[in-house]
C-alpha cells in the first residue's frame, strides 16, 4: 500500500490561526478517529500525549509529526494540519510549526509510513506548496504529488557537453565484458532531455526526489530513488553503488560506468569507473540482494544516510566522529560498557528505533558525546555513549587507525556486526566487517 491509501481529504484540516500544539493535536486525533469504531478516541489522545511529554515530534523546518501505535487499531490512519501562522510547538524546538502529520495505527508498516512521510517531506519545495494551499483538496494533491519540476537548461552548450559524457560513459560500458551504466540524474531536472539521453541504453537512472520522475516517466527509465543527500559527490557515488548491492542491482563481477555532474547544475560532467568486486567488497549476498547478517536492507540504509549528513555537515558548524555497531546484539552487548546513562534506556522499543524520522536530531546530538551507538538488525536503538571493551585485535591490524576505529575494527572481528566509523578529522566514513575495513570513503 501507498501513502494515498492511508489519507483522505475528510481528515485534512486549516488549524485555528490562534491555536496552540495541545489544540492542533486534539483536533487532528478528533479526525483520525471521526467514523472508526475500532479507535478509542481517549486512548489515541493518551498515547499521543504521552509520546509527546518523553519526546517531541517536531522535526524542525516548521514540520511535527506526531503518531502513536495501538496494538488493535488495524489499518493505519493519517490526519494532516496546516497553521498558516504557526504554532509554538515546545521549549526546545526553533521556530514554529504550520504543517503536523498525525499517524495512528497498529504496528504494521507503522515505521514505514513515517519514513514515507519524511522522505517526502525532504523535498522543501513539496512542504512550501502544502503550507501555501488555499484548500483541502490542494493540500492533498501536493501531499501525493508525483509530477516532476522542471529547470531549465542551461543553453545548448551544457546540452552538448552532457550528451557528449553520457556518450562517452556508454560507449565505455558497452565495451566492456561487465559493463553497466548508471546515470546519477539530479544534474538535470528536464525528465524529457533524461529520456532522450538515455534512449534505448539500459542505464540505470538514480535520483535523490521520489518526485522527479512522474508515473509515466518511470514505465520509460529504470529509476531507483537513494535516499541520500546533502554528501560529497564521490562519497554520494560510493552509497549510491552500496544501496543498488543491498537491492540486489548491480554485481560482484560488475565494472559500473557512472556519469554524473553537480547536483542541480545543469549538466553532466564527470565519468567514474567501480570494479564492485575489488572497490566494495560488502558482505552481500548480491544474487538475492541479502545482507548476511541480521541487519535488515532498510536499516543499513538509514543509517549510511545518517552518517552521511553527520560527515558532511558536521553538528553546529562543527566536524564530529561517531561510530555505530549494526547487528548480532547478543554477541556485542558482551563487548559493550555504558559511557555515560543510556539515553535511550527505558523506552518502548518502536520509540528508539532508528527508522522513526523523529529520532534524527535525537541521533545527531548524541553523536557529539565519545562512544558508540548500539543497534539491533531491526533499528532499535539499544544504547549510546557506549564504550566498546575487551576484542581480541585482528590478526591483520589494519595499521593507522584511531580510537574509534580500532574499536570498530574489533567489534567486527569479534561478531557478525556491521561497523561503521566516521572520522572527526577527515570526515570520511569507514565500515568493517569480519574483522577488515571493506569501504573507506
Known amino acids: 500500500m501507498s ?4 489519507v483522505s481529504i475528510e481528515r485534512i484540516c486549516f488549524l485555528e490561526p490562534d491555536g496552540d500544539r495541545d489544540g492542533a493535536l486534539n483536533r487532528l486525533i478528533e479526525l483520525v478517529c471521526r467514523d472508526n469504531a475500532s479507535l478509542d478516541c481517549e486512548e489515541v489522545k493518551r498515547r499521543v500525549f504521552e509520546r509527546e511529554a518523553s519526546l517531541s515530534s517536531c522535526l524542525g523546518g516548521g514540520i511535527a509529526l506526531p503518531h502513536a501505535v495501538l496494538d488493535h487499531a488495524g489499518e493505519s490512519r493519517i490526519a ?14 526553533a521556530g514554529d510549526v504550520h504543517l503536523v502529520i498525525l499517524l495512528v495505527g497498529g504496528r504494521i508498516d507503522h515505521l514505514r509510513i513515517l519514513g514515507e512521510i519524511a522522505n517526502k517531506l525532504r523535498d522543501r519545495s513539496r512542504y512550501d506548496r502544502i503550507i501555501s494551499a488555499d484548500s483541502e483538496s490542494e493540500i492533498i494533491q501536493h501531499l501525493m504529488d508525483q509530477s516532476p519540476r522542471r529547470v531549465a537548461r542551461h543553453g545548448t552548450l551544457t546540452t552538448d557537453v552532457s550528451r557528449l559524457t553520457f556518450d562517452r560513459a556508454r560507449s565505455i ?17 528536464d525528465p ?24 509515466d516517466y518511470q ?65 552481500m549476498d548480491l544474487q538475492a540482494g541479502r545482507i548476511p547478517t541480521d541487519v535488515t536492507e532498510h536499516v543499513l540504509t538509514r543509517v549510511l544516510q545518517i552518517a552521511g ?58 553523536a557529539k558525546i565519545d562512544g558508540a551507538f548500539i543497534i539491533r538488525g531491526n533499528g532499535v536503538i539499544e544504547s549510546g555513549g557506549t564504550f566498546l571493551i575487551g576484542q581480541p ?45 571493506i569501504i573507506f570513503m
Not at 239 to 256: H, M, P, T, V
Open 3 to 6: 501513502l494515498k491509501d492511508y
Open 80 to 93: 494532516l494540519g496546516v497553521s498558516k501562522r504557526g504554532i509554538r510547538w515546545d521549549a526546545d524546538s
Open 393 to 437: 585485535a585482528p590478526e591483520e591490524h589494519q595499521s593507522g587507525l584511531g580510537a574509534r576505529h580500532a574499536a570498530a575494527l574489533g567489534i567486527s572481528a569479534v561478531s557478525d556486526a556491521i561497523a561503521i566509523a566516521i572520522s572527526e578529522s577527515t570526515r570520511k566514513i569507514s565500515i568493517f566487517h569480519g574483522g577488515r575495513r
Open 309 to 366: 549528513e553527520l560527515a558532511a555537515e558536521g553538528r553546529e558548524g562543527k566536524a564530529i566522529g561517531t561510530l555505530f555497531v549494526l547487528g548480532d546484539y547478543e554477541t556485542v552487548r558482551d563487548y559493550a560498557r555504558q559511557l555515560i546513562m543510556n539515553p535511550f534506556y527505558g523506552y518502548d522499543q518502536i520509540d528508539r528505533n532508528i527508522l522513526d524520522p523523529a529520532l534524527e536530531e535525537t541521533i545527531k546530538e548524541y
Open 219 to 283: 514505465d520509460r527509465l529504470d529509476v531507483i530513488t537513494i535516499p541520500f543527500k546533502g554528501i560529497r559527490r564521490s562519497t554520494h557515488v560510493q552509497f549510491a553503488l552500496l544501496f543498488l548491492l543491498s537491492l540486489g542491482k548491480i554485481r560482484r563481477q560488475d565494472i559500473i560506468v557512472n556519469v554524473y555532474g553537480v547536483p542541480e547544475s545543469g549538466h553532466l560532467d564527470s565519468i567514474r569507473l567501480t570494479h564492485i568486486g575489488s572497490e566494495l567488497e560488502f558482505p
Open 192 to 215: 524529457e532531455y533524461i529520456i532522450d539521453l538515455v534512449g534505448d541504453s539500459d542505464a540505470l537512472v538514480l535520483t535523490n526526489s521520489d518526485s522527479k520522475f512522474a508515473t
Open 173 to 189: 560500458a558497452e565495451e566492456l565484458e561487465h559493463g553497466r551504466l548508471v546515470l546519477h540524474a539530479d544534474a538535470i531536472d
